[in-house]
């Protein structure tokens, strides 16, 4: 599960569908505020590719540039929060939110760590590293490792649908990205992030209890993102 948690089989249910449109509004939102132009605005613009690679409406789209940007008159006051702590079983894990109201949020937070432990600032990131991750996609039978060495990033792994997951130090985000298509690859989707350094392996009943529970803080409408420490 490696960098970043993903629910399984969320893709397919409609209601999660919702839940992704939603969490990319407001990422793209974030984005927009420094220019409702993808072409001229580099953040934009990967959350745009992310956007269409999840099959989000065109209008969708537009309406959280246009709102983002300040075009439509309304106000976008979402704050960056971050929450560590563990699931089940001492599972390591980092929760990245975008809240209009952190007080709410992170009482909602701390219900749902109730069958896990929720921790201080510095409690987990510790076992964790801050990297980018760039999602690509090969054509035909470019090389992973060739296309790692030139790009420049830090490392690669198999991510899914038969795309590489790229590594980089934080800096180098836009970069490697820019990089990337010259030696064969299309950007789908690019953030910084969290990779374990331990990843812990569970297998049973021990890794149902640890799902269902990341299950739940993934579902939250303010939960961006969840990294977590957990093998396979």
Known sequence: MGAQWKA??????????????????????????????PDMNPRLRLVVEQAKKASMPKDTLERAIKKGAGLTGEVVNYERTLYEGFAPHQVPLIVECLTDNVNRTVAEIRVLFR?????????????????????????????????????????????????????????????????????????????????????????????????????AIDAHDDVQNVYVGLAG
């Open 115 to 215: 069958k896990g432990q929720l921790g201080s600032s510095g409690s987990v990131s510790w076992d964790f590293d801050h990297v980018g991750m760039i999602e690509a996609a090969p054509a035909g039978d470019a090389d992973p490792e060739m296309a790692a060495i030139e790009a420049g990033a830090q490392d690669f792994e198999a991510a899914d649908d038969g795309a590489t997951l790229f590594i980089t130090e934080p800096t180098d985000l836009d970069a490697v990205c820019k990089a990337l298509p010259e030696f064969g690859f299309t950007v789908q989707s690019a953030q910084l992030g969290y990779r374990p350094k331990n990843p812990v392996s569970l297998s049973g009943a021990e890794l149902e209890e640890v799902e269902a529970f990341l299950e």
């Open 8 to 37: 399984k089989h969320k893709e397919a249910a409609a209601n999660a569908k919702g839940r992704i449109f939603g969490k990319l509004s407001k990422e793209i939102m974030i984005a927009a505020r420094s220019g409702a132009d």
